[in-house]
């Protein structure tokens, strides 16, 4: 059995786990993220390695990075959330640990985990996840490889155009889905809602304490839950523009399955429902034509430290 290590580096905690062939997660370890020290981050990594390796015959080593990787998968060209810049990190951690080592984007690790292991186990060719956090993220996998383009840095889906002239993106663009879809989307849906409209979204503006911008992610999917209408709007509202995007991906890329990841999909069928309404509607046209499965992601916080394992294991 083939051991690999994989490390999923966030903007707030570094994560890692020992991973046999079937995608098992054998051994796990987490450190928080010295975000703003590019030595420190490197040096948590490296201990983090070090300890997960320590009576473990360990093959290789997958690092995903929340940001941008070169084509060689070497180098991290930029991170919004760390410190890195041209960051050379499969060599410092390759030389500190003595093993191969790998750099992937988070999104890219957590798509592979669920086509191998996850969601999208069944397919044999092509997949398109979208990871629905803070932001929007995701992965797309065809002829069973990931899809990295010609410079490493494809697949960013949360920063597809959806509103001509919408509302301003962090990348710098007007109207990206990431904007409409994503958990930031859903607050701020539902923060304007409830001071338009107070007495419908009073369960909301309880657990907020009577405060709309007070409303965050976790209160909007309870409220929800309990029947709250702003905050099932507000989810209506993200499946909306979710399902639309999901259905563009069927149109251009024929994918065998479609999987919604992250944080905002705990809601379960409050989110995934108004989706697979929306795609269907949107794709109404082609009723009588195959057309992909829209799925949940499967394998949570775990996805990419098993993703990012089985890449190293194909090095």
Same mark, same amino acid.
């Given at each position: 059995m083939t051991l690999t290590i994989g490390v999923d580096v966030g903007g707030t905690k570094v994560a890692g786990g020992v991973v046999d062939d079937t995608g098992t997660v054998l051994v796990q370890a987490r450190r928080d993220t010295p975000a703003d020290d590019v030595g420190k981050t490197r040096d948590?990594?490296?201990?983090?390695?070090?300890?997960?390796?320590?009576?473990?015959?360990?093959?290789?080593?997958?690092?995903?990075?929340?940001?941008?990787?070169?084509?060689?998968?070497?180098?991290?060209?930029?991170?919004?959330?760390?410190?890195?810049?041209?960051?050379?990190?499969?060599?410092?951690?390759?030389?500190?640990?003595?093993?191969?080592?790998?750099?992937?984007?988070?999104?890219?690790?957590?798509?592979?985990?669920?086509?191998?292991?996850?969601?999208?186990?069944?397919?044999?060719?092509? #997949?398109v996840m979208f990871t629905i956090g803070t932001g929007v993220g995701g992965g797309i996998v065809l002829g069973g490889d990931l899809v990295r383009g010609a410079h490493g840095i494809a697949a960013e889906l949360g920063h597809m155009l959806t509103v001509p002239d919408g509302h301003q993106c962090g990348c710098g663009r007007l109207g990206c889905i990431e904007q409409y879809a994503s958990g930031s989307?859903?607050?701020?849906?539902?923060?304007?809602?409830?001071? *338009?409209?107070?007495?419908?979204?009073?369960?909301?503006? *309880?657990?907020?304490?009577?405060?709309?911008?007070?409303?965050?992610?976790? #209160?909007?999917?309870?409220?929800?839950?309990?029947?709250?209408?702003?905050?099932?709007?507000?989810?209506?509202?993200?499946?909306?523009?979710?399902?639309?995007?999901?259905?563009? #991906?069927?149109?251009?890329?024929?994918? *065998?399955?479609?999987?919604?990841?992250?944080?905002?999909?705990?809601?379960?069928?409050?989110? #995934?429902?108004?989706?697979r309404r929306s795609f269907t509607e949107a794709l109404a046209q082609r009723s009588r034509l195959p057309v992909a499965e829209i799925r949940p992601a499967e394998l949570g916080n775990s996805a990419g430290v098993i993703g990012a394992a089985d890449l190293a294991r194909r090095i």
């Open positions: 948590v990594i490296i201990e983090l390695v070090a300890e997960l390796a320590a009576g473990h015959d360990i093959q290789a080593v997958g690092i995903g990075a929340a940001g941008w990787i070169d084509s060689s998968r070497s180098t991290v060209l930029f991170a919004p959330n760390l410190a890195w810049r041209d960051e050379p990190l499969r060599a410092y951690v390759s030389a500190a640990v003595g093993l191969p080592v790998i750099v992937e984007n988070d999104g890219n690790v957590a798509a592979w985990a669920e086509f191998r292991y996850g969601a999208a186990r069944h397919a044999d060719d092509s #997949m989307a859903l607050v701020r849906f539902a923060r304007a809602a409830a001071r *338009q409209e107070p007495h419908r979204a009073a369960a909301l503006l *309880q657990l907020a304490d009577g405060e709309a911008e007070a409303i965050t992610g976790p #209160m909007v999917t309870a409220a929800a839950k309990g029947g709250d209408p702003v905050s099932a709007e507000a989810f209506a509202q993200v499946g909306r523009w979710l399902g639309t995007s999901l259905a563009d #991906m069927a149109q251009i890329l024929d994918p *065998q399955i479609l999987v919604v990841g992250g944080g905002v999909i705990d809601a379960g069928d409050l989110l #995934m429902g108004p989706t």
